[in-house]
């Protein structure tokens, strides 16, 4: 049995470990067919985010043919934190979020098998900014394409906690 990931970014806050990692949280632009979060009683279901930068696709193709495992990592990190950003919309709060699942879908050739190093770079940076309320269930799986040619999407279930007193 492995033992899980230390906390090791600076911040007594969520919000501090982000701004230590030098991120931010995006603004996710607004969609007419879909909304980025729905919540069914206690769960907020985090629409699938792909690896959007500033309104530009950061990646598209496939992962272990045409985009490198490590790049595969960087856009899995990057559609994390828009999925982050989403929970917030719908928590009001990063310090509120936690997440329950999430969901890690990888273009990949059927006999790739490395899905699961791409999604840990999403986990880790979940892990970095909100320590215990980011360890999570995970499933990641390889798909044969996914919109707009991108290399990953990522779909998320969460909750909102209780603010620090």
């Known amino acids: 049995m492995s033992l899980p990931l230390a906390q090791t970014v600076k911040g007594r806050t969520a919000s501090e470990r982000l701004q230590s990692l030098g991120l931010e949280l995006p603004e996710l632009d607004s969609n007419a067919y879909f909304v980025h ?17 500033d309104g530009v696709l950061l990646g598209q193709g496939i ?13 899995a990190r990057q559609a994390a934190l828009n999925c982050l950003a989403a929970a917030v919309q719908a928590a009001g ?8 699942q999430m969901l890690v879908f990888v273009a990949s050739q059927p006999d790739w098998g490395l899905q699961s190093q791409v999604a ?14 980011g360890r999570h269930s995970r499933t990641a799986i390889g798909v044969a394409g996914l919109p707009l040619n991108t290399p990953v999407e990522i779909q998320m279930v969460v909750t909102a906690v209780q603010g620090p007193a």
């Open 63 to 75: 992962v272990g043919r045409d985009v490198d495992l490590e790049t595969g990592k960087e856009l």
């Open 120 to 133: 840990n770079a999403a986990s880790e940076l979940l892990i970095e900014v909100l320590g215990e309320n």
């Open 37 to 53: 979060h729905r919540a069914v009683g206690e769960s907020i279901h985090i629409a699938g985010q792909l690896p959007f930068k």
């Open 93 to 100: 709060d990063l310090e509120r979020v936690r997440i329950v």
